[in-house]
C-alpha cells in the first residue's frame, strides 16, 4: 500500500518561512514527478511546483523566487521550502507523486492528505 505523508504545515507572519516534507512509503518500484499542489477555500486545486530531477523543475509564477522545490531519492522524499509567505498562500498544500507500485507494472497518481499553511498579515 503506497501512500505520501506531509508534514512541516502551521501558523507563521507574512515575510516568514516554512518547510513542507512529503514521505512516500509502501512497496514502491520508482517514484518519478513529484510535486506540490494547494488549495485555497473556495478555489481550486492549483499546481505550486514540480520536480522530476534536480535539474528538471517548473514552478507557478506565483511563487518564482520564493518557493524552492527539492528531492531526496534515497528517501522517497520532496521537500517544498517557502520564503516570504504572503497572506494570500495561505492555503491546504497536497503531495502529489507519480509512482509505480509493485506488481502494478504502470505508475499511478497518488495524492497526500493534504497540510494546513496559515500566514497571518
Known amino acids: 500500500q503506497v501512500q505520501l505523508v506531509e508534514s512541516g504545515g502551521g501558523l507563521v507572519q507574512a515575510g516568514g518561512s516554512l518547510r513542507l516534507s512529503c514521505v512516500a512509503s509502501g512497496s514502491i518500484i520508482s517514484i518519478n514527478a513529484m510535486a506540490w499542489y494547494r488549495q485555497a477555500p473556495g478555489s481550486q486545486r492549483e499546481l505550486v511546483a514540480r520536480?522530476?530531477?534536480?535539474?528538471?523543475?517548473n514552478y507557478a509564477d506565483f511563487v518564482k523566487g520564493r518557493f524552492t522545490i527539492s528531492r531526496d531519492n534515497a528517501k522517497n522524499t520532496v521537500y517544498l521550502q517557502m520564503n516570504s509567505l504572503k497572506p494570500e498562500d495561505t492555503a491546504v498544500y497536497y503531495c502529489n507523486a507519480d509512482i509505480e507500485p509493485a506488481r502494478v507494472h504502470r505508475a499511478l497518481v497518488f495524492w497526500g492528505q493534504g497540510t494546513q499553511v496559515t500566514v497571518s498579515s
Open positions: 520536480v522530476i530531477s534536480s535539474d528538471s523543475t
